[in-house]
């Protein structure tokens, strides 16, 4: 730990008009005596290194620092009402600007006013498809799991919407018009859990899901070994599943609809679940076939998740429902850097000097992706 003095020499009009000294550098709060660079460190060890305040703050005892959680804990709702809550603003409006977004959610516990036990709330993470120019993942808290997430989220956005099977999008895919979009992953998940289980007949189902996804690796290998952009790729990726995903498709649901038929199915609780499941989301399953945009499963969004259940390891709950709505914007800093492939650390301390110069029309180049074209130059 670096300890900046300043030292201000006084000086006086020998005529004792005035007595004048340097002015203090800018910092983030009036006569605050800590530095950009620590709020963005301790943004960066929760957020981004899962350490709850309180193992923080035994850190910088280590170090010689007093530090309480409460002031650590002050410093992020400052860091986020300066700098995280309108560069998230613009991000949200970048994203719903995306013709596919892909979204999945998480149950985050929430300590009661009373302090006296839990509730469940929901972490969303929506985001755009990869490849895309601006690759971002923009996270959302809500007090619980209902449809009224995605509806204050998406508002009147429109356009082909991928997740898994959860029905609490469907209100708002009926009143948008939203394409939804299934996920090969949980088809494939749900079967190989029957296989586990004893249900050798799922490995009959299982076996197409397979040759599907080695079709998508052999055409991103393609793309990749040809140096395709992100557009010939979804052109090459369209022209392949028209000529051979359609056909190990056809040859799947055939089985499915043989086991749903078959009454040893119903014999396995895990193997008629997976069958249930592939055809009540047949429709939703069946979207990328006719969209080269679209993957053919939700992996990059619950990987993103991932990231917040690693941490939910160590914090274990949300102090409050306030809470919940400062760590989604600084996760949502924290992995979209990341996709940005951007430095978590300088771009926040960057970013919370830079925003009190930046007028409202220029917050896009605050974004993490924004940044990294910024600091490229």
């Known amino acids: 730990m670096m300890v900046r003095r300043y030292v201000r020499p006084k000086y006086g009009c020998r005529k004792g008009h005035a007595v004048k000294s340097a002015p203090m550098p800018p910092g983030v709060v009036d006569k605050a005596k800590y530095e950009p660079s620590v709020y963005a460190h301790i943004v960066t060890s929760k957020y981004g290194d899962h350490l709850p305040l309180h193992r923080l703050q ?66 969303w993470a929506w985001r755009s498809v990869r490849g895309s120019p ?37 209100p708002t895919a009926r009143q948008n018009a939203i394409t939804r979009a299934g996920c090969w992953a ?63 498709l056809r040859d799947f649901y055939e089985i499915v609809f043989a086991l749903q038929e078959d009454p040893a199915t119903q014999a396995s609780d895990h193997l008629s679940k997976a069958v249930k499941y592939a055809i009540n989301q047949r429709k939703p399953l069946l979207a990328h076939l006719d969209d080269g945009r679209l993957p053919i499963h939700n992996n990059d969004t619950e990987r993103d998740l991932r990231h917040v259940v690693t941490g939910r390891k160590n914090w274990l709950t949300l102090a409050s429902e306030k809470g919940g709505h400062v760590a989604a914007r600084l996760y949502s800093l924290v992995m979209s850097c990341k996709l940005a492939k951007v430095n978590v650390e300088r771009y926040l301390e960057d970013v919370l000097v830079a925003v009190a110069t930046t007028p409202s029309s220029r917050v896009g180049e605050l974004t993490p992706w924004g940044w990294a074209k910024a600091n490229a130059r």
Not at 152 to 167: E, H, K, M, S, V
């Open 134 to 170: 601006n690759e971002m993942c923009v996270a959302d808290f809500k007090d619980d799991r209902s449809a009224k997430g995605p509806e204050a989220f998406l508002g009147n956005w429109t356009g082909t919407l991928l997740t898994d099977g959860y029905d609490g999008v469907n």
């Open 58 to 123: 035994g850190i910088f005892k280590r170090f010689g620092a007093h530090l309480p959680k409460q002031s650590m804990w002050d410093m992020l709702v400052r860091f986020d009402e300066i700098a995280a809550q309108p560069i998230l603003a613009e991000m949200h409006r970048q994203l719903l600007e995306e013709s596919v977004l892909q979204a999945d959610e998480t149950p985050i516990k929430v300590q009661l006013e009373d302090q006296r036990g839990t509730r469940r709330g929901t972490l």
């Open 186 to 248: 949980h088809a494939r998940r749900k079967f190989r859990d029957a296989l586990t289980a004893g249900a050798t007949r799922a490995g009959l189902a299982l076996r197409p899901i397979q040759r599907l996804f080695w079709i998508e690796r052999a055409v991103v290998a393609r793309a990749e070994e040809k140096g395709l952009d992100h557009e010939q790729l979804i052109k090459l990726r369209q022209d392949v599943r028209t000529r051979r995903s359609k056909t190990v």
